[in-house]
């Protein structure tokens, strides 16, 4: 019933469109109750089942069709979105890597990985994957940020404070990227720069608590300029010790 099925995936379009994802999710199961492949509806199937909160029957549609077709690359994409929402960040690498096996330069893979390595502590997998990021597409400058992180938590501060300020340099000027710079400066205890960092961290973010408790630990770092003394002083003085 060609016709029967075609108004059952159009009314289906409709509810997703519209937001009413359980009617679409009804509307999709009786077109494949009448006939129709799965696999032909399974994008927008999951995505009905994303927009009612049901990951779990989502994921298991996905993994499911990447037992017939293993190597679908919006399916592996698809899938690992969904584990990486979830924080399910080690089952989401292998996939992503399945990606890359056949699209090397795939630009959100990449991304994708490396922040999955991240999460996991995989931090020098991270940085490779940001850096091929970079390689790929410059216009991704907020990656350096990211990448910043990652050399501040290996404790790695001069080439934090290098790669925070070429985020800022390319037009990252976000409070993250001024308070992670700042965060590096006072680790290498170059205080006023910290200071100067922490200070742009607030005027764009007067809520961020690290340029908050970074400005605080610096009024005990940074000691006041010693204030000259005036010409007056400086004569009362010399009478003094005449």
Do not use: C
Request: charged fraction near 30%.
């Amino acid at each position: 019933q060609p016709g029967r099925t075609d108004a059952q995936l159009m009314v289906a379009r409709l509810r997703s469109a519209r937001g009413d994802y359980q009617a679409a999710i009804e509307a999709y199961t009786q077109a494949i109750e009448g006939g129709l492949q799965i696999e032909d509806v399974l994008e927008p199937l999951a995505s009905a089942y994303i927009g009612v909160g049901d990951q779990a029957k989502a994921d298991q549609l996905y993994k499911d069709a990447l037992t017939k077709r293993p190597n679908e690359i919006s399916w592996l994409m698809a899938r690992s979105r969904i584990l990486i929402g979830t924080l399910a960040h080690t089952e989401a690498i292998p996939l992503l890597r399945r990606v890359l096996a056949k699209e090397s330069n795939n630009l959100d893979a990449h991304e994708w990985i490396a922040g999955a390595y991240a999460a996991v502590a995989n931090d020098h997998q991270a940085l490779d994957h940001y850096r091929r990021v970079i390689g790929l597409d410059p216009g991704r400058s907020y990656v350096y940020t990211r990448m910043g992180d990652l050399h501040y938590g290996m404790r790695d501060f001069q080439d934090a404070r290098k790669t925070y300020e070429m985020a800022i340099d390319r037009g990252v000027r976000t409070a993250e990227a001024y308070a992670g710079l700042g965060l590096a400066e006072e680790e290498l205890s170059r205080y006023r720069n910290a200071r100067t960092a922490y200070r742009r961290a607030r005027d764009r973010d007067p809520g961020n608590e690290i340029a908050r408790k970074g400005l605080q630990r610096m009024r005990s770092k940074i000691r006041p300029p010693r204030r000259q003394p005036t010409a007056s002083e400086s004569a009362d003085r010399g009478r003094r010790m005449m």
